[in-house]
C-alpha cells in the first residue's frame, strides 16, 4: 500500500504561481509513473502531467509551457510548479502513483488550487 501526501495548493492571483508537492510513503519512483490530475467543480478528473520512472514527462496541451512536473529522489517528492496560472486552473489537484507492473494506482487526498483575484 503506497501513501501520497499532497501539499502546497491554496489562492493565487491570476498570473501567479504555485507549487504542488506530493511525497509517497515509500521510495516508489523508479517502479512507478507519478501522476498529477485535476477535478474542477462539475467537471471530469483530467490528468495534467505525467513523469515515467525514466524521467519522461508529458503535459496537457492546457498546461504546456505553464506547469512543469518534476521529482527529486533525495527528497522523494514530485512537484508540479505551476506558473502564469489561470482562473480555469482552479481545481482540486491529486497526486497518484500507478505501479508499471501490475498497473496498480494510488492516489492523494487531494489539495485545493483557486486561482482569483
Known amino acids: 500500500q503506497v501513501q501520497l501526501v499532497e501539499s502546497g495548493g491554496g489562492l493565487v492571483q491570476p498570473g501567479g504561481s504555485l507549487r504542488l508537492s506530493c511525497a509517497p510513503s515509500g521510495s516508489i519512483f523508479s517502479t512507478h509513473v507519478m501522476r498529477w490530475y485535476r477535478q474542477a467543480p462539475g467537471k471530469q478528473r483530467e490528468l495534467v502531467a505525467a513523469v515515467t520512472s525514466g524521467g519522461s514527462t508529458s503535459y496537457a496541451d492546457s498546461v504546456k509551457g505553464r506547469f512543469t512536473i518534476s521529482r527529486d529522489n533525495a527528497k522523494n517528492t514530485v512537484y508540479l510548479q505551476m506558473n502564469s496560472l489561470k482562473p480555469e486552473d482552479t481545481a482540486i489537484y491529486y497526486c497518484?502513483?500507478?505501479?508499471?507492473?501490475?498497473?496498480?494506482?494510488?492516489w492523494g487526498q487531494g489539495t485545493q488550487v483557486t486561482v482569483s483575484s
Open positions: 497518484s502513483a500507478t505501479r508499471q507492473t501490475t498497473m496498480i494506482t494510488y
